[in-house]
Each structure stands twice: as structure tokens, then as C-alpha cells.
């Protein structure tokens, strides 16, 4: 079909009328029949095209062989309810001329670059819709990658007390005598223990559950070079 949807009622008159808000469930020779019925004691139809496919239900084009007849079906048909189940009409003039329209004229070529152009318009908009759907899909694995940390995070600070703190957000240059400088103080203290080649995170036993917890509490405030860490207890 030539003639692209508008919903736009501004669209300037043309021969060609774009009918939405149509019964999606009759079926499409059925549609074409009953618009025909309607539309062609206004004048000569050229073409009327319906899809069945999604983006096109409950819609039509009506294409007449002149603006008169279009004019006036535009006034008098304008809300009509074709099948009376309470969906009345919405007509507009189409955004483009049809093939039906252009074919008239005879011009072999302008129907052809109507038609290439039809194409590219159709392609183009294949390609937004690619590219919309990528980026659906990156915005939707980054938030199903945060979710998940999210949900990783709230787990970590769930977890029952145990006699090992698991530290994290540390600077890299942190040294384990700067650590225990700090968890030494509370009683019990066992050990630091950094992981190597794992920046930014430690590990902090106490030589049982309950000191860990003293332990814990007591440095919920704790920072290293403006960076707050990070303090839960250690998975087992």
C-alpha cells in the first residue's frame, strides 16, 4: 500500500483517507466489503486496503479516484459506527498518495520512484526498530545485572553472624597493617588476611561469633581515604 498511516487530522485533503479504530476481529474481506458498501456512494473507489497483521488492525485505507469524493466522505462518514459495536470511525486524510492514485496519472515512472521510495521508508523504519530493540534489551541487562547485585548485597548483609568480617570498597593500597591497627583494638582479633591479586577486599577473623559481632558494630562508620567500607560477615 502506498498511502502511510496518520493520525494526524491536519494532514492536508487528498484522494486517499486513512480510517482507523475499525472491529479488529472481522475478518479482512469482510472489511473490504462493508467499507466498499459504505464509501462508494461517494464516488468511483480506486483501492481500499486492510492488513491482518498486527500493526495494521482495525485500520484501512480508502482510496478514491478523485478529492471530491474524498471531501465529502470525509463530512458524512466521519464517526459512523460500521458494524455498530460502539467503535465509531476516525477518518483523516492519508499522510501520502496511493499507488492506486499515482497509477492513475499514467506515469510509469513516477509510480515506480513512489514505489522505491515506499521501500526505503520501510526499511528505514526496520532499522530503528532494530536498533530501539538493542537498546531495549542493553537497558535490560543492565538492570538485570543490577538487580542482582542488589539482591547479592541485601543477602550479604542477611547473612548470620560468624567470626569472619568480609571487608570491601578498600583502597588498592590498603595493607594489612593498617587493618589490624584498626581490628585489633576489639577483643578476640585472630587475624587480617588480604587476598592477592583482589583489590579492595579483606577478610577479618576473631577468635569467636560474638567478638566478630562487637567488632563489627564498632566500625560501621569506618573509612579509608574518603572510601566508607564495606563490612558484612563472611560467607562459610
Known sequence: MAAESSTAPENPPSASLYIRNLDESVKIPILKDSLEAVFSQYGKILDIVAHKNLRMRGQAFVVFDNLKSSELAMEEVQGFDLFEKEKPMEIHYAKSASDATIKQTGDEAALENHKQHRLEEKERKKLELEALAKKRKRIGAVAGRNAKRMATSLADELLPPNKILFLQNLPD?????QLTAV?????G??????VPGRKGIAFVEYFADDEAVVAKEGTHELEFSDKKTRITFARK
Open 183 to 187: 581490628f585489633d583494638k576489639f577483643p
Open 173 to 177: 593500597d590498603i595493607t594489612s597493617d
Open 189 to 194: 582479633f585472630f587475624e587480617v588476611r588480604l
